[in-house]
C-alpha cells in the first residue's frame, strides 16, 4: 500500500470512530479514507501522479468537504478551497491565479462555476457523481515537502495573494495544536467558520481529524441550531471569533429562563472556548466569563504562519493578551530601528521562525524574498512582552482591516470601488467596531456634480466583493486627505468617519442617499 501523509494515515487507527456528525447521520474515518482514495483516482485519470497540479473544490464543510481534500493530497496535488462567498470575479481570480487544472463542486454549487470552468478551459466534476469510481490499485508516495494547499489572503497589494503550505507545514501546524490544546479521541466541535481560512481548516477541521475527534459541520453560522446542540451537551471544544462571541451573548440573554440555563451550563461543561482571527475586547471576555464560567483562550496567528501564539490549555489566561509561543514555534520582536526587542514592554514587529511557516507566496518570488528577515517571517503586526505574555499593539500597514474575524485588504477593496462610474476617488479604511472589531468604511470623491443612491451602491457592491468586503459605513468627500507629498493619508480618512454629518451612510440606518 502506498505511503500515506500522517494525517491521513492515522484516519486508519481511528477507523471505526464518528469522524462527521451532519443531518443526524454519522460518516467514519473509515468511509473518508476509502472514499478518497477512490475520488484520488478520478483526479488522475490515468496519470500516476498530479506533481501538484492545483485542484480548486467549492464545497461546504462537511463529509464532501474533507473527502475532497484528501483525494486531491493523495493525488498528488495542491487543494484550493474556494470561499462559499465568493463573487463570480473573485472566484475567477483565483482560479487564473492559482491555474487550476480543475474545480470539484456539489450539485447544489455546480452553476456557481460551471460557466467559468468552461471559459477557462477547466476540467469540471461534480463529487456526488464520483462515488461509483473504482480506486486504482496504487496512489502516488508523497514527500512531505512537497506543495499542499493555498490559501489566498488579503495583504498590502490591491490582489489577493496566495500562500502556499506544504505537508510538512500542515503537519508542524497541526501537532502544535494538538499539543498545546490537549487534543483528544473523544472531543467533539461545531465547525461554522469559512474553509478557506487557517482557523476552520487548520485549528478546527484538521486538529480534530488528526486526534480521531468528531466534527459537527454547519454549512453557516446557524445561532439557534448551535446552541440547541450546546444546551444537549454536544460538544467539548468550541471555537469562533469575537464577533461570534457576541451574537451568542446577545442571543442567551434574550432567552428564558429554563432555555438560558440549558445553554449556559452547555457551554460550561466544554474542556475548551477558544476566540481568534480578531482582537476579543476585554469586556466580552469578562462578561463571556461571567455568563458561562469559561475563560475564552485567545490566540495570534495569520495564514502564512498557522498559530503562533497561544494562551495556555491550563494556566492563566490574561485578557487582552495572545499569550506565549506554541510548541515548535520561535518568536521575536524587531523595533523599526532594526534591533531585536529584548525588553519587556518595548514594542516590535512580530517574527516568527519554524516548520510551521508556509513556504511561499504563489508565483511571487521577490514577494516572498521580501517578507523575510534572514529566515524570520516578518507578520506586520506590532507587540510587546509583558510579565511573559505577548500583547498585539496593532499593525504596522493601515491597509490592513480586520472585520469579523477577517484580513481585509483596503487596497482590494478600493479597486474595486473606483470601477463605479460615479466615483472618482476613494479611500477605504478600517474604523472602531464593537461588534466586528474593525468595521470596513469608505471615503468616495465623486464625479463632478454626481449623486449616488446608497442602496444602488450597495447593490453594485454585492456583484463585485463579497458580503464582509462591503463597507459598512460611506461618506461623500469633496477631496480626500493628502500629505505634502500628494499620498492620501488613511490616518485623517479614519478620522472624517468620527465627524458626524448628513452624509454619512451606514449599513445600519435608513440613509438613502449619499450626496
Known amino acids: 500500500m ?19 456528525l451532519a443531518d443526524s447521520r454519522s460518516f467514519r474515518y473509515r468511509e473518508i479514507f476509502d472514499r478518497s482514495a477512490r475520488l484520488a483516482s478520478v483526479l488522475l485519470d490515468g496519470s500516476v501522479d498530479l506533481e501538484e497540479a492545483r485542484i480548486a473544490y467549492l464545497i461546504p464543510a462537511g463529509y464532501d468537504h474533507v473527502c475532497a481534500q484528501w483525494a486531491i493530497w493523495r493525488a498528488g496535488g495542491i487543494s484550493v478551497p474556494l470561499s462559499l462567498s465568493a463573487t463570480e470575479t473573485e472566484l475567477m481570480y483565483t482560479l487564473n491565479d492559482s491555474a487550476a487544472s480543475c474545480v470539484v463542486v456539489t450539485r447544489d454549487l455546480q452553476r456557481r462555476v460551471e460557466l467559468l470552468c468552461q471559459e477557462l478551459g477547466l476540467r469540471l466534476l461534480i463529487i456526488d457523481d464520483l462515488d461509483a469510481a473504482e480506486r486504482i490499485s496504487r496512489l502516488p508516495e508523497l514527500d ?40 483528544q479521541p473523544d472531543d467533539s466541535i461545531p465547525l461554522f467558520l469559512p474553509l478557506h481560512h487557517v482557523h476552520g481548516i487548520i485549528n478546527v477541521m484538521s486538529c480534530a481529524l488528526w486526534a480521531g475527534a468528531t466534527i459537527e459541520p454547519f454549512p453557516r453560522f446557524d445561532l439557534d441550531s448551535i446552541l440547541k446542540r450546546v444546551a444537549s ?19 442567551i440573554d434574550a432567552m428564558g429562563d429554563d432555555e ?107 514577494l516572498t524574498a521580501d517578507s523575510f528577515d534572514d529566515g ?8 510587546i512582552l509583558e510579565n511573559g505574555y ?3 499593539m496593532g499593525r504596522q500597514s493601515v491597509d490592513i482591516i480586520k472585520s469579523g474575524g477577517y484580513k481585509l485588504s483596503a487596497l ?17 479604511v478600517g474604523i472602531p467596531d464593537q461588534t466586528w472589531g474593525e468595521g470596513v468604511a469608505a471615503a468616495i470623491v465623486l464625479h463632478g456634480d454626481t449623486e449616488l443612491d446608497l442602496q444602488t451602491l450597495r447593490s453594485w457592491s454585492q456583484n463585485r466583493l463579497s458580503k464582509y468586503k462591503i463597507p459598512k459605513h460611506w461618506k461623500v468627500v469633496e477631496s480626500l486627505p493628502r500629505n505634502a507629498m500628494g499620498k492620501v493619508t488613511k490616518p485623517a480618512v479614519t478620522q472624517l468617519f468620527a465627524i458626524p454629518n448628513a452624509e454619512l451612510g451606514d449599513d445600519n440606518g435608513p440613509t438613502s442617499r449619499l450626496a
Not at 233 to 251: E, G, N
Not at 343 to 361: A, H
Open 144 to 183: 512531505k515537502r512537497r506543495g499542499a494547499l493555498i490559501l489566498y489572503t488579503s495583504g498590502t497589494t490591491s490582489e489577493p495573494k496566495g500562500v502556499v503550505s506544504t505537508h510538512e507545514t500542515i503537519q508542524a501546524q497541526i501537532e502544535s495544536l494538538v499539543n498545546a490544546w490537549k487534543w
Open 376 to 383: 524570520w517571517f516578518k507578520t506586520g503586526d506590532m507587540a
Open 2 to 20: 502506498e505511503s500515506e501523509l500522517p494525517l491521513i494515515g492515522r484516519a486508519q487507527s481511528h477507523a471505526e470512530r464518528v469522524a462527521i
Open 233 to 251: 451537551d454536544s460538544y467539548t471544544v468550541f471555537m469562533a471569533v469575537p464577533t461570534i462571541y457576541v451574537k451568542l451573548s446577545q442571543r
Open 390 to 392: 505577548y500583547q498585539i
Open 412 to 428: 482590494e477593496i478600493e479597486s474595486v470601488l473606483i470601477d463605479h462610474p460615479s466615483i472618482h476617488e476613494c479611500a477605504v
Open 260 to 366: 438560558r440555563e440549558a445553554v449556559v451550563d452547555g457551554f460550561s461543561k466544554m474542556r475548551l472556548m477558544i476566540s481568534g482571527s480578531a482582537a476579543l475586547p476585554a469586556s466580552v471576555h469578562k462578561s463571556w466569563a461571567i455568563l458561562t464560567g469559561q475563560q475564552l483562550l485567545e490566540r495570534y496567528g495569520m495564514t502564512e504562519i498557522g498559530m503562533a501564539l497561544s494562551n495556555p490549555c491550563e494556566g492563566e489566561r490574561r485578557p487582552g493578551t495572545v499569550g506565549q509561543p506554541l510548541p515548535g514555534v520561535e518568536i521575536r520582536l524587531k523595533s523599526d530601528q532594526g534591533d531585536v526587542v529584548t525588553d519587556e514592554g518595548m514594542p516590535g514587529e512580530i517574527q516568527v521562525r519554524g516548520k510551521s511557516v508556509f513556504s511561499e507566496y504563489w508565483r511571487r518570488p521577490q
